[in-house]
């Protein structure tokens, strides 16, 4: 029966799993981008995103309290410095899990899980094309307004 069952439990006992959330957590914030399994990147995510929440308020309260987790000075320092100053105006989704693929030996399902503001390379591209033509895009309004301005233009001078 699964009575009271809200997450994950890895197979591991309580103290394994907090453990390995822990030391995930860490190296997530001090790499950026970690290759863990597809149950483990998920139960991360929820670990994780509430702690870089706590981040943005930097408060002697907060600071505890994701120590509390952490149990790591730099791992907190960074998430209350260089994390919080990206993920500053962001509401939410800190975190981005791409599959990649099965392991060989295995064949867990493996997943790359990112913080989303430290992918330059993916959010410059993102923001780069979004400004550039789309399908639905067939000149519509730029083109109107084109053909609006040449018109008073040409008004203008008659």
Excluded: C, W
Excluded at 36 to 58: C, D, H, M, S
């Amino acid at each position: 029966m699964r009575h009271g069952k809200k997450h994950n439990h890895l197979g591991r006992k309580t103290g394994h799993r907090k453990a390995l959330l822990r030391n995930l957590a860490i190296a997530l914030i001090e790499h950026k981008r970690i290759n863990t399994t597809v149950a483990k990147a998920k139960a991360l995510r929820v670990y994780v995103e509430p702690l870089i929440t706590k981040g943005k308020v930097n408060s002697t309260h907060s600071r505890r309290v994701v120590f509390s987790y952490l149990q790591n000075k730099e791992a907190v320092a960074e998430i209350f410095s260089t994390v919080a100053e990206k993920v500053g105006d962001r509401p939410g989704g800190y975190t981005r899990i791409i599959k990649t693929g099965h392991r060989k030996g295995d064949a867990a399902e493996m997943a790359m899980i990112e913080l989303v503001d430290f992918n330059t390379v993916y959010t410059n591209a993102k923001k780069a094309s979004s400004k550039g033509k789309t399908r639905r895009s067939r000149g519509g309004k730029a083109k109107a307004a084109a053909v609006a301005a040449a018109t008073t233009a040409t008004s203008e001078e008659e």
